[in-house]
């Protein structure tokens, strides 16, 4: 199993910029699909991003494309989400997941079977 711990939320400015980190350890994360997902107060878990085991597709809400960009480090075990032109709509706990299965796109939040515990991202206007 794997434990994933996220790092870098904050608060910031609305139009500021934060990058999230996830590292992951337990097993290597290099054939596992991984991404971010969000949620706000009274609100359900949505996907934010997601990137394939092998880096080469990506994918994003509608409401964070252009702004946001996923990454990841295999050799370190870790994903990135670098988060620009912040809103305080993107204000939420944000949570690094693992794909179930080895070979995933890591495209919906029902694709991921492990999660961190969330780091706070708060944007103020």
């Known amino acids: 199993q794997v434990q994933l711990v996220e790092s870098g939320g904050g608060l910031v400015q609305a139009g500021g910029s934060l990058r999230l980190s996830c590292a992951a350890s337990?097993?290597?994360?290099?054939?596992?699909?991984m991404g971010w997902a969000r949620q706000a107060p009274g609100k359900e878990r949505e996907f934010v991003s997601g990137?394939?085991?092998?880096?080469?597709?990506?994918a994003y809400a509608d409401s964070v494309k252009g702004r946001f960009t996923i990454s990841r480090d295999n050799a370190k075990n870790a994903v990135y989400l670098q988060m620009n032109s912040l809103k305080p709509e993107d204000t939420a706990v944000y949570f690094c997941?693992?794909?179930?299965?080895?070979?995933?796109?890591?495209?919906?939040?029902?694709?991921?079977?492990?999660w961190g515990q969330g780091t706070q991202v708060t944007v103020s206007s």
């Open positions: 990137i394939s085991w092998s880096g080469g597709s990506t």
């Open positions: 997941a693992a794909d179930r299965s080895p070979w995933g796109t890591a495209k919906a939040t029902a694709d991921f079977g492990s």
């Open positions: 337990g097993r290597t994360i290099s054939w596992y699909g």
